[in-house]
Every structure is written in C-alpha cells, then in structure tokens.
C-alpha cells in the first residue's frame, strides 16, 4: 500500500505557531531558536543514517526553506520518529536537545 508523503515539520510550520503565541501574548520561540531546534533534529536524522537525502547544510545547519517529509526519512526514521516526536515537542531542554530521539533509536522497533 502507497502513503502519502506529508510535512512532519517545516520551519514555515513552527513560525506560524510561534507568531500565534506571540500574538496571544504567550512565550514564544524567536526565529533563530526554530532553526536552532530544527538544525539539530536534521543532524541527529542525518548521523544516524535515518535520512532518504541530506537534511543539512555542510555546517550541519538548516535555514528557512526547512521541510522535512515522510519521503525524507527512511522507515526506521520514520519509526524513531513516531517514537520520540511528542517527547521531543514537551520534554527537550533546550533547542539543541536530542535525548528523546536518542531514547527513541535505542529503545525503537527491532531493538
């Protein structure tokens, strides 16, 4: 059976909710924290071999452009994803925090 590729995330896709909380006065994150969180999300997909095609920049960065989609992972990636995305939303510490996906290659289907 064929799926459907769709967006998982996209920096468009976070500024948008940001710019939402902005406008209803809540904390938000700044641009520069976005492409902090999504640079560190690609580079852990891209390391781990988890990735279709490279996710990042040769410093290992994303800009604006970002989209990431299902056809961008492979099905492991996938699986680690649907494992650690809410956790990684809710839990991660900092932009740079990449322990729920790391909590969800190890712990992930096979393993």
Do not use: C
Request: glycine share 8%.
């Amino acid at each position: 059976m064929n799926k459907k590729p769709f967006t998982i995330e996209s920096f468009e896709m976070n500024k948008r909710v940001e710019d939402r909380l902005a406008a209803g006065g809540e904390e938000f994150d700044s641009e520069a924290v976005i492409l902090r969180k999504l640079s560190a999300l690609a580079r852990f997909f891209d390391e781990n071999g988890l990735t279709t095609r490279k996710l990042t920049a040769a410093d290992g960065t994303v800009d604006r452009s970002f989209v990431l989609r299902s056809t961008d992972l492979t099905p492991e990636g996938l699986a680690v994803l649907r494992k650690g995305y809410e956790k990684w939303h809710r839990q991660a510490k900092t932009p740079e925090d990449v322990r729920p996906w790391e909590k969800a290659l190890r712990f992930g289907p096979g393993r």
